[in-house]
């Protein structure tokens, strides 16, 4: 049985930084694709970051050179650095598992829970 647990969400000012993790069991993210996405309210669920199992990694334009994607294999858990935090980026945030390198939430078959990340100015 696959389960993914995200943590890490919380409240930071504008400029801030917060680090989430996807804690993963039933599959290793060495082998799986992983990713992030986010949902804020009243808006559709959007695409972050990806990383693939050889190592490539995917970002949106919208927080390319702010936010991190990494995995720990030892730990088996997939992180998001998010630095220069933005009002905008207010929103749960969800990972995800899959077999293919995509930015579209259909490609995934597992997700988390969802962790909430407020940014206030």
């Known amino acids: 049985q696959v389960q993914l647990v995200e943590s890490g969400g919380g409240s930071v000012q504008a400029g801030g930084s917060l680090r989430l993790a996807c804690a993963a069991s039933?599959?290793?993210?060495?082998?799986?694709?992983m990713g992030w996405f986010r949902q804020a309210p009243g808006k559709e669920r959007e695409f972050i970051s990806t990383?693939?199992?050889?190592?490539?990694?995917l970002y949106a334009d919208s927080v390319r050179g702010r936010f991190t994607i990494s995995r720990d294999t030892a730990k088996n858990t997939m992180y998001l650095q998010m630095n220069s935090l933005e009002t905008e980026d207010t929103a749960v945030y969800y990972c995800a598992a899959g077999n293919r390198l995509s930015r579209r939430d259909l490609d995934y078959d597992y997700w988390g829970q969802g962790t909430q990340v407020t940014v206030s100015s």
């Open positions: 039933g599959l290793t993210v060495r082998s799986s694709v």
């Open positions: 990383i693939y199992w050889t190592g490539v990694q």
